[in-house]
Every structure is written in structure tokens, then in C-alpha cells.
């Protein structure tokens, strides 16, 4: 999908704006974009003052992430199925940026234990977009999660917060690691 352009939800001014009133002054955090497709919402992380980092399991993702970003911001081929990616220091993370991404995992709850308990420093948050589906397309469509899979993301967390974009069929949850 990556090299024909299409995007099922892309990136819209109206999700950009709402993550931009949940996470103000995040300048100078460290961030990773996980599942970061062609890395637009890298860049917007990074434009924001973020030390970013996206993660892919995609080379022709990457590959066009790369040269879309005008300047050398990490990107790394890693599937995020088969565990933490290299070089990813314990506890160090202050914001997981994770659009579209979980549900289309082998083992979501898998990553998603890992990105708490390893990926993210105390108080860190996780940043979750994935499209709204009925039980139907959730049997018979890889991608998108059900109002029964989407209750359950906060489970183990210390604080969730949960909201819809109105532009598209799109369901934003924050999850915040415990503080200690």
C-alpha cells in the first residue's frame, strides 16, 4: 500500500489538532512512531521538537519515509511482532505514537505489556489510533478494532483516555504507564 499511495485513514488536520491539545509542550521528549508507514506522523513529531524515532516492518515504507524527510531522522525496519527493537534503551520512552498498527499484530496484548513495562519511562504515554469495526469486519478484515477490543486497551494502565475523530470512522485512545 506503501508504493501506491493509498492510505485507508490518512492523516488529518482534524486528529492533529486533538493530539495537539492532549499532548502540549512535549518538546525536547523522546518519542517512537511504531508502525510509522511512509513516517508522516514522525515528521509531525518531529517538527513538534520531538527526538523521534519510527519503526516499520516495511522496507518500501521506510524506504519512502526516508526520502520524504528532508533531514536524517532515524527510521528502522522492525516487526513489531517479534519483539522490542534493537538498540531500544529499557524505560526511555516518553511518548509511543501507534496509529493503525495494534490490531493489525499477531499478539496485540503482547505489545502491548512490552511498550508499558519496557518501552516507556514512568508516567510515559501511548498514543493509540485504530479504526472503529464491527465484529463482522473484525472476523473477516485484518485491521481495526471492536468497541469490545477498544474498552479493553486500557487494562493495565494506569489512566485511559478515549475519543473518536469525527472526519473519519477513527477511535483515539491515550494510555498512561503507571508512575512508578
Known amino acids: 500500500m506503501a508504493t501506491s499511495g493509498v492510505y485507508l485513514h ?11 491539545q492532549r499532548f502540549p509542550g ?21 517538527a513538534s ?5 519510527g519503526i516499520d516492518w516495511s522496507p518500501s515504507s ?8 528532508p533531514c536524517p531522522l532515524p527510521y528502522v525496519i522492525h516487526d513489531l511482532s517479534l519483539g522490542d527493537p534493537p538498540g531500544l534503551i529499557a524505560r526511555s520512552v516518553d511518548l509511543v505514537v501507534c496509529r493503525q498498527t495494534v ?14 513495562t519496557n518501552w516507556l519511562r514512568a508516567g510515559g504515554q501511548l498514543y493509540l489510533s485504530e479504526v472503529r469495526a464491527t465484529d463482522h469486519e473484525a472476523r473477516t478484515l485484518r485491521g481495526g478494532m471492536t468497541e469490545q477490543h477498544l474498552a479493553r486497551l486500557g487494562d493495565g494502565w494506569a ?6 475523530l469525527t472526519s473519519q470512522r477513527v477511535a483515539c485512545v491515550i494510555l498512561r504507564s503507571p508512575a512508578s
Do not use: N, W
Open 10 to 20: 490518512p492523516l488529518a488536520a482534524e486528529e492533529l489538532r486533538l493530539f495537539e
Open 26 to 46: 512535549h518538546r525536547g521528549k523522546k518519542a517512537v512512531d511504531a508502525g510509522c508507514g511512509t513516517g508522516d506522523f514522525t515528521r509531525y513529531l518531529y
Open 49 to 53: 521538537g520531538m527526538d523521534v524515532t
Open 62 to 69: 521506510i524506504t519512502l519515509a526516508r526520502q520524504a524527510t
Open 103 to 116: 490490531s493489525l499484530l499477531d499478539d496485540p496484548d503482547a505489545f502491548l505489556y512490552r511498550v508499558r
Open 159 to 164: 489512566h485511559a483516555t478515549r475519543y473518536d
